[in-house]
């Protein structure tokens, strides 16, 4: 068993070609890309570390084998495949909770598929499942430092980025249509009333900004709005005179606006109201708070002691047993 990248890229590429032979109405084509699209995520993990992808124990046998220290007698064994999409949400910013929530629907038709009796992808057809597909493969490919042109063979990797282009192009007129729809909306309101929901807009966003949400200005109202976001990648740690300041890189993920009541949910639904990108989220901490330090000043021993006369209580009860 190999958890080496290079090995399960090559075998990923294997399985997609072997989905590609299939008839696209054929209930195979699904199971061989489902079992590849597993393979391509074990690969992406497997490029920041094999250990990764070596199931947990106390002992680190298996975690031995990643780092080819392993005894012969005990088998490898690999996390699961759920853990293994989660842990592609956790360290890669292009793979989103669509993308996972698309993987795991078709892991869980390839464990139907797998260990039951059903025909898992019969009802389940391609148009249901295609497109998060080809979605998947690129945000694991990009992560990669991959394409889609590297992973699947000429002619696949044209449709699937005309696929993938043509639905961008329905989620931005879909944005499209509900900021007009929402502008349309507040500019119908008379003058008095717009300015009163842009005082409260900028209330709020004031507010909000101290439980770590960003401003930015809604596009169909032009109010302060705010947008909430995933933080990934490494925390910069810069220490001043009289404070720690940790700055964190942040995805946007959710926009809401007080003012006009616009929403927006996922990130593909930001950028298309040109709301995407990556912003940085700064925290200021007292050097006490960072480190949990204890100000002499502000001291109160008696938990301290409390808790150690009831320590010397309880072992002197035992010790006259």
């Known amino acids: 068993m190999s958890w080496e990248r290079d090995p399960l890229w090559a075998k990923a590429r294997l399985y997609f070609e072997r989905a590609f032979e299939e008839s696209r109405d054929d209930p195979r084509f699904g199971l061989w890309c489902s079992l590849g699209l597993e393979l391509l995520a074990r690969a992406a993990l497997a490029s920041v570390s ?26 490898r064994r690999s996390i699961p495949a759920t853990q293994v999409f989660n842990l592609c949400r956790t360290l890669f910013v292009q793979f989103s909770e669509n993308d996972l929530i698309a993987a795991n629907a078709l892991v869980n038709r390839r464990n139907d598929e797998l260990h039951t009796g059903n025909i898992a992808f019969e009802e389940y057809r391609p148009k249901h499942w295609l497109a998060g597909f080809y979605r998947v493969c690129r945000s694991l490919t990009d992560a990669m430092g991959e394409s889609l042109e590297s992973l699947f ?25 509900l900021i007009a729809a929402h502008r349309k909306v ?4 008379s003058r008095e009333d717009q300015q009163a929901a842009a005082e409260i807009a900028e209330k709020e ?19 302060v709005a705010t947008v909430q976001g995933e933080p990934f990648g490494r925390e910069r740690i810069n ?25 927006l949910q996922g990130y593909a ?23 949990g330090l204890i100000h002499p000043e502000n001291f109160d021993p008696s938990e ?18």
């Not at 992808?53 to 005990?74: I, M, Q, T, W, Y």
């Not at 930001?270 to 480190?291: H, K, N, V």
């Open 304 to 321: 301290y002691v409390e808790a150690y006369l009831t320590e010397l209580r309880a072992e002197a009860e035992w010790d006259n047993e």
């Open 50 to 75: 094999p250990t990764l992808l070596a199931e947990p124990d106390k002992e680190h046998k298996f975690l031995l084998h990643a780092l080819n220290r392993g005894s012969e007698k005990v088998q």
């Open 186 to 189: 507040f500019e119908g309101k």
């Open 239 to 263: 220490h001043e005179e009289d404070c720690i300041k940790v700055r964190q890189a942040v995805s946007p993920r959710t926009f809401s606006c007080v003012a006009c009541e616009l929403k």
């Open 153 to 177: 063979p000429e002619d696949e990797a044209r449709v699937a980025r005309q696929i993938l282009d043509e639905t961008q192009t329905e989620v931005k007129q879909r944005v499209q249509n």
């Open 269 to 291: 639904e930001l950028e298309a109201a040109q709301l995407g990108g990556q912003y940085t989220r700064t925290t200021i901490f007292s050097p006490e708070d960072y480190y």
């Open 205 to 223: 966003g004031a507010q909000l900004a101290y439980k770590r949400h960003h401003q930015v200005t809604c596009p169909a109202c032009g109010c």
